[in-house]
């Protein structure tokens, strides 16, 4: 009896121990605690930045928000009470309009973080982001004010450029592992943050539409 009990206890340990974060199907809807969602139905979340802080025509409007920025990378946060050192998948639904351009999404940021013009950059640093675009699609996770280390870059061809795309964040143990439209793009190391921001944005004057943003913790 008592082997049984145990061997109750240490199935679900089992089957988590043997997942493949790699394959996209590897979580499935039972393994997965929603922290955060939005569909972009009305301005709920409040994504859109004061009037004439940054950007060009930011509107949320029939299930779509639409961003184009005029100041560098630039993304608008939202807040979540999350754990980014706990184990999460993060998944957007977005489209670039312009071939030279990309959008972005962070996670992880902490609030320090702004835009200062007098210095070009951005200052009080710490998060991790995605660019995609359609030409290639970019993975950062950065560590520090200016000293942007370690950096990573890749392309992919595993997009449909003339339309949406499903853009994966899965964070397990100490990896990430990116997915465009569910396939597999590369796995990079995980550095711990200390932020709760969500951002959604883009590069200068790159027109991004974006249609769902989800975040879950995974086991």
């Given at each position: ?77 939202h807040a979540v009470a999350f754990d980014f050192t706990k184990n999460f998948q993060l998944d957007i639904v977005a489209k670039v309009t312009d071939a ?14 702004y835009y200062d013009s007098t210095r070009s950059g951005w200052t009080g640093f710490k998060g991790s982001y995605i660019y995609f675009g359609k030409q ?84």
């Amino acid at each position: 009896m008592k082997q049984m009990v145990l061997l109750a206890l240490l199935l679900p340990l089992l089957a988590a121990a043997q997942k493949n974060p790699g394959r996209y199907a590897a979580y499935n809807a039972g393994d997965k605690k929603l922290v955060f969602a939005d569909s972009f139905v009305d301005n709920r979340n409040d994504w859109l930045p004061d009037e004439g802080r940054c950007c060009k025509w930011p509107y949320i409007e029939n299930g779509f928000y639409y961003r184009n920025d005029t100041v560098g990378f630039n993304g608008y946060p939202h807040a979540v009470a999350f754990d980014f050192t706990k184990n999460f998948q993060l998944d957007i639904v977005a489209k670039v309009t312009d071939a030279r351009k990309q959008g972005v999404i962070y996670w992880g940021r902490d609030t320090s973080v702004y835009y200062d013009s007098t210095r070009s950059g951005w200052t009080g640093f710490k998060g991790s982001y995605i660019y995609f675009g359609k030409q290639d699609i970019m993975f950062k996770n950065c560590d520090d004010k200016y000293v942007r280390n370690p950096c990573h870059d890749m392309t992919a061809d595993a997009r449909r450029p003339s339309g949406f795309n499903k853009y994966t964040v899965r964070k397990v143990k100490e990896r990430y592992y990116v997915f465009v439209n569910e396939l597999f793009i590369r796995s990079f190391s995980y550095l711990p943050l200390t932020g709760r921001q969500l951002g959604l944005g883009g590069n200068e004057n790159a027109s991004v539409i974006y249609s769902k943003i989800e975040l879950n913790e995974l086991p």
